[in-house]
């Protein structure tokens, strides 16, 4: 079972930047693949960004550029370094890892980006 505990997030002014932490109870290196997700009011969940134990990434068209995400196995953590923020990346951000066939999610961290 698989443990996730997301941080960093906060209220942010249009332009602005977040680090966003995942912290995973066990080792994250045989984790297939780990990823931000973001559901904003009224909307479905998102996918954001993904990583792959290999390291390959992906992301969502509307944060190319913007968003990176990165991980740290020797913390077992993962981060989602956002930059150039605007009021639409207002939202939830969730953490997941898909492991074993299994999701598992942390409850989340609220992001707010407004003047």
């Known amino acids: 079972q698989v443990q996730l505990v997301e941080s960093g997030g906060g209220l942010v002014q249009p332009g602005g930047s977040l680090r966003l932490s995942c912290a995973a109870s066990g080792s994250i290196f045989t984790i297939p693949a780990m990823g931000w997700y973001r559901q904003a009011p009224g909307k479905q969940r998102e996918l954001v960004a993904r990583?792959?134990?290999?390291?390959?990434?992906n992301y969502a068209d509307s944060v190319k550029g913007r968003f990176t995400i990165s991980k740290d196995n020797t913390k077992n953590t993962v981060y989602l370094q956002m930059n150039s923020l605007k009021p639409e990346d207002t939202a939830v951000y969730y953490c997941?890892?898909?492991?074993?066939?299994?999701?598992?999610w942390g409850k989340g961290t609220l992001v707010t980006v407004s003047s």
């Open positions: 990583i792959t134990n290999g390291g390959s990434t």
């Open positions: 997941n890892a898909n492991h074993n066939g299994i999701d598992y």
